[in-house]
């Protein structure tokens, strides 16, 4: 069975900084392009940051450039996203997604594969 699941969100005071985890099971993210999303309630669904396979390449949203970073550690079969400097903006369900072509995109279409979101709530 494929899944992705995310761990780490929760409340953090403004400026400070959360991780936020993506641990795959059943397949093994190496070939896999990873794609960090979020979703604020009655918005659109958000390209955060994602993860090339082979390459490593990366890219982020302009809104996040600078205070968030993507990271892999293959033996842990895991992709983390470190958020700092937060603020009340970046409020939202944060989702990671799988993309089997090692692409890695911000567009959502791109991805097969979703976790079920780990909330990250910004305090001020």
């Known amino acids: 069975q494929l899944q992705l699941v995310e761990s780490g969100g929760g409340q953090v005071q403004f400026g400070r900084s959360l991780r936020l985890s993506c641990t795959a099971s059943?397949?093994?993210?190496?070939?896999?392009?990873v794609g960090w999303f979020r979703q604020a309630p009655g918005r659109e669904r958000e390209g955060v940051s994602y993860?090339?396979?082979?390459?490593?390449?990366?890219d982020y949203a302009d809104s996040v450039k600078g205070r968030f970073t993507i990271s892999r550690d293959y033996t842990k079969n895991t992709v983390y996203l470190q958020m700092n400097s937060l603020k009340p903006e970046d409020d939202g369900v944060y989702y990671c997604a799988a993309d089997a072509s090692g692409r890695g995109t911000l567009n959502s279409h791109e991805y097969d594969l979703w976790g079920r979101g780990t909330q990250v709530t910004v305090t001020s």
């Open positions: 059943g397949f093994s993210l190496e070939n896999y392009g």
């Open positions: 993860s090339r396979s082979g390459d490593d390449s990366t």
